[in-house]
């Protein structure tokens, strides 16, 4: 496989492997399919927010514990996160991050999909509040994209640049699973303000743009509309 940019960085995690493997197989059922990709999204978003904020001091410096012993307390930086799920199967990859996030942070949502004959990214739904890029606040400046699948590339692509136009000064990519041209054209994009963390590259797409071997399509498989 070629050498992917600085900006990529493909999982090792044992377990983690082991579930990509578990997810591929046809035999998972939606069940399966839908835990297999949290417990997937938990692993690989512990390893990535671990390296992109930093421990600070919290809002309330001292507090005490039941026994009455006071300590200092920590929360994180920075604090102006957002998460922004592809929909729709990006919806399956929220609840990890926001679970190892130490607060609650807004969730914005992109709608996405591509143009069966050309695989264009075509936007059909997004709300981004205005005032991020209007009011001159500082807004939710690093924006955490959760999409299972990067295939051609080209839906991430556009996230990110819908994002940076937004205000966004830093994205974080989490993906499950992508293709080589895919994630190299993701990484492109804007690669100085731009991190990806995924579990898995697969080196080849089919004709239509699926993930050779890949997983199927995660948003049938996660929502039951196999053959719609």
Same mark, same amino acid.
Do not use: C, W
């Given at each position: 496989m070629a050498e992917l940019?600085?900006?990529v960085h493909i999982s090792q995690h044992p377990s983690l492997l082991a579930k990509l493997s578990q997810l591929r197989s046809k035999s998972a059922s939606p069940r399966d399919v839908k835990s297999l990709i949290h417990e997937i999204s938990l692993i690989l978003s512990c390893e990535a927010i671990s390296s992109t904020i930093k421990p600070?001091?919290?809002p309330k410096l001292q507090d005490q514990t039941p &026994? #009455?012993?006071?300590?200092?307390?920590? +929360?994180?930086e920075p604090s102006n996160i957002c !998460?922004?799920?592809i929909l729709r199967?990006? &919806? #399956?990859?929220?609840?990890?991050?926001? +679970?190892?996030?130490?607060?609650?942070?807004? !969730?914005?949502?992109?709608?996405?999909?591509?143009e069966p004959s050309t695989l264009d990214p075509v936007e059909y739904y997004n709300n981004l509040p205005r005032e991020n890029s209007t009011s001159g606040s500082d807004g939710s400046k690093f924006a955490i994209i959760v999409d299972p699948?990067?295939?051609t590339g080209g839906t991430c692509a556009a996230a990110i640049q819908t994002l940076r136009e937004w205000g966004a000064k830093r994205v974080l990519v989490l993906s499950v699973l992508g293709a080589q041209e895919g994630v190299q054209r993701a990484a492109a994009e804007w690669p100085e303000g731009t991190e990806i963390w995924i579990a898995g590259v697969d080196k080849e797409l089919t004709t239509g743009g699926m993930l050779?071997?890949?997983?199927?399509?995660?948003?049938?498989?996660?929502?039951?509309?196999?053959?719609k």
């Open positions: 940019p600085s900006n600070a001091s919290g &026994l #009455g012993f006071e300590y200092t307390t920590v +929360t994180s !998460i922004i799920p199967s990006g &919806l #399956g990859m929220v609840e990890a991050v926001q +679970t190892i996030l130490p607060t609650s942070v807004p !969730i914005h949502h992109l709608g996405m999909y591509r699948v990067i295939a050779k071997p890949g997983l199927g399509d995660v948003g049938d498989r996660l929502f039951l509309t196999l053959g």
